[in-house]
């Protein structure tokens, strides 16, 4: 068992938690007994790729089902670019394939309860990921699995079937992942499916805590970062994106029916929530986004020295993302602060830019 793969993770594994809930201890049986994971009637609702296949694939095929989920997404930047490692390139891929799928499942069915269930499959596939990796499992895990069903003997506790997840099986087990992180970022896809606003800036870095900071720190273990100072700057700058990529989408996420601008925020500046349906802005919206972009500026600044803390070619890719979010606050002062006119944007020319002078960078460390 990996070292950061403990008896207690493995346990919330196979028993519900309070925090992410998981999936009824009947479906759990069905994989312990040898039987096919799930795969309801609403998994029609996505694109056919994310579905269960009847047999599981081999290695080799599911990594390469990751790569290519990873390669036809648009992104602001590549998600593993080509100054990382090759020997990293597979564990991004399956950790991108496994937040790409998550963020559908809460995004993409249109309807709350359905995306819930949905949820609930996925986190099911990632306790059948965990459970696998004890071999043999611990006395307790053996008491908790063995009250759902008892255990054959000469057989595997479990297994996972989706590609993601035998690709991402191999990331767990090589970098040493811990469980919590996959968790959070499905118990911030939950809260997406009940929670529309925000009341205080607090509550919406709450929020972050579990959609964005998460990202941050499953590149870290892939990168072998297990220390709690960089996991720590890490989430500053993983917060900053997220903030800007808010304030980015301000009228698409209201279009949505949300709005993450804080409602303490609203109050504050004299901003009702009719007037985020508003084009062009008024000026207490235009202040109110000026406060806000401020705020993202200084999570940036924060999470700043980890670039310096890392290999320096992944400080290239840190670089490259943290550039990136920076441009968005830029486009957005560029507008004046107008973001429900038309949504601010990196210009390709920039874009191109950013990407040249990290190349620059990458041929200035290669010689070194």
């Known amino acids: 068992m990996p070292r950061s793969i403990s008896n207690g993770e493995v346990a919330a594994a196979a028993t519900p938690g309070e925090e ?19 795969q309801s009637d609403l998994w029609s609702r996505l694109p056919c790729a994310y579905r269960f296949p009847e047999c599981a694939p081999s290695l080799p095929e599911a990594h390469a089902f990751c790569e290519r989920l990873a390669r036809s997404h648009y992104e602001n930047f590549s998600v593993a670019t080509r100054f990382l490692p090759a ?11 496994y937040c790409r799928i998550a963020d559908d499942l809460g995004d993409e069915t249109g309807d709350p309860a359905s995306s819930l269930r949905l949820l609930d499959e996925w986190e099911q596939e990632l306790n059948t990921t965990y459970l696998s990796l004890v071999q043999p499992p611990s006395r ?3 008491h908790n699995v063995e009250q759902l069903k008892a255990e054959p003997p000469n057989r595997n506790l479990a297994a996972p079937r989706h590609p993601v997840f035998i690709a991402l099986r191999e990331t767990i087990r090589e970098c040493d992942i811990p469980r919590q992180p996959f968790a959070d970022l499905l118990a911030a896809f939950r809260r997406d499916q009940t929670a529309r606003r925000y009341e ?24 072998g970062y297990h220390d709690e100072h960089r996991q720590q700057l890490s989430d500053y700058t993983c917060t900053a994106l997220q903030l800007a ?3 980015q989408d301000v009228k698409v996420d209201y279009a949505k029916g949300r709005i993450y601008l804080p409602q303490e925020d609203l109050q504050r500046f004299g901003v009702r929530e009719c007037d985020v349906a508003q084009s062009p802005a008024t000026p207490q919206f235009r202040e109110l986004m000026r406060f806000q972009v401020a705020r993202a500026w ?12 890392v290999d320096r070619k992944l400080a290239i890719d840190i670089e490259l993302f943290t550039r990136g979010g920076q441009e968005i606050l ?3 002062e560029r507008c004046g602060f107008d973001v429900l006119k038309a949504r601010p944007a990196i210009s390709k020319p920039r874009k191109l830019w950013l990407f040249a002078r990290a190349a620059l960078q990458a041929s200035l460390v290669r010689g070194a």
Not at 32 to 38: I, Y
Not at 200 to 223: E, H, I, K, N, Q
Request: charged letters at 20%; aromatic letters at 14%; a positive charge.
């Open 87 to 97: 020997r990293l390139r597979p564990h991004f891929y399956s950790l991108y394939a």
């Open 330 to 332: 830029n486009a957005i």
């Open 140 to 142: 307790d895990i053996r």
């Open 298 to 309: 200084e999570w940036f600044a924060r999470g700043m020295p980890l670039a310096r803390q």
């Open 200 to 223: 205080t800036f607090t509550d919406l870095l709450g929020y972050c805590r579990c959609s964005a900071d998460p990202v941050g720190r499953l590149v870290l273990y892939a990168c």
């Open 20 to 38: 992410s809930p998981q999936a009824p201890a009947s479906r759990l049986a069905r994989n312990v007994d040898g039987h096919v994971g799930p």
């Open 245 to 247: 990529n808010f304030w």
